[in-house]
T-cell receptor, first 113, second 115 residues
């Protein structure tokens, strides 16, 4: 079965510092990977996704994730975070159903001045 | 255009009571999904509607949970009777085309607390 593991439950970081949120996946077939973000009091929003092609995918707000097949990872990175990036981030993989998502436990990113 | 809307945003009920959660998907989205996040755990898939038909309810925890989607529009998720372990955040999502690949839009969730 397709699954993901988010290794860090909380990541505190100072504003303008780089950050990496880790995600490893388990899959024996083609894999489609996603990062969702949940800002306080809001719903889940798709941040970026990997379906095929270039292994480096980017979001509009400066995040990027790299699909690494050899390491079965899909880590999320940002070179310089803002206070407004404070949120919970969820890694997800498309399940064998082809429509349901299997999520990780989430990583809370806390950016402080 | 309105997004996915869920009602209520919070609900606190006593064990044994009944609670009904509502989800209004984005207009025109045939696919509707329910997910749940129990505290400290993953967000788990519960079920999937295509229009008014249940396509997959493999994630429903037990028969105390009943989901309906009247006329293929809004959906309700009823928990009867509620138990302590039902506490968590219930998310609804909708998509226009089948498949998460095309992006499912999520609501803000309903936080259910059973005491």
């Amino acid at each position: 079965a397709q699954s993901v593991t988010q290794l860090d439950s909380q990541v505190p970081v100072f504003e303008e510092a780089p950050v990496e949120l880790r995600c490893n996946y388990s899959s024996s077939v083609s894999v489609y990977l996603f990062w969702y973000v949940q800002y306080p009091n809001q719903g889940l929003q798709l941040l970026l996704k990997y379906l095929s092609g270039s292994t480096l995918v980017e979001s509009i707000n400066g995040f990027e994730a790299e699909f690494n097949k050899s390491q079965t990872s899909f880590h999320l990175r940002k070179p310089s975070v803002h206070i407004s990036d404070t949120a919970e981030y969820f890694c997800a993989v498309l399940s064998n159903s082809g429509y349901a998502l299997n999520f990780g436990k989430g990583t809370s990113l806390l950016v402080t001045p | 255009e309105a997004g996915v809307t869920q009602f209520p945003s919070h609900s606190v009920i006593e064990k044994g009571q009944t609670v009904t959660l509502r989800c209004d998907p984005i207009s025109g989205h045939d696919n509707l999904y329910w997910y749940r996040r129990v505290m400290g755990k993953e967000i788990k898939f519960l079920l999937h509607f295509v229009k008014e038909s249940k396509q997959d309810e493999s994630g429903m925890p037990n028969n105390r949970f009943l989901a309906e989607r009247t006329g293929g529009t809004y959906s309700t998720l009823k928990v009867q009777p509620a138990e302590l372990e039902d506490s968590g955040v219930y998310f609804c999502a909708s998509s226009q085309v089948l498949g998460a690949i095309t992006e499912a839009f999520f609501g803000q969730g309903t936080r259910l607390t059973v005491v």
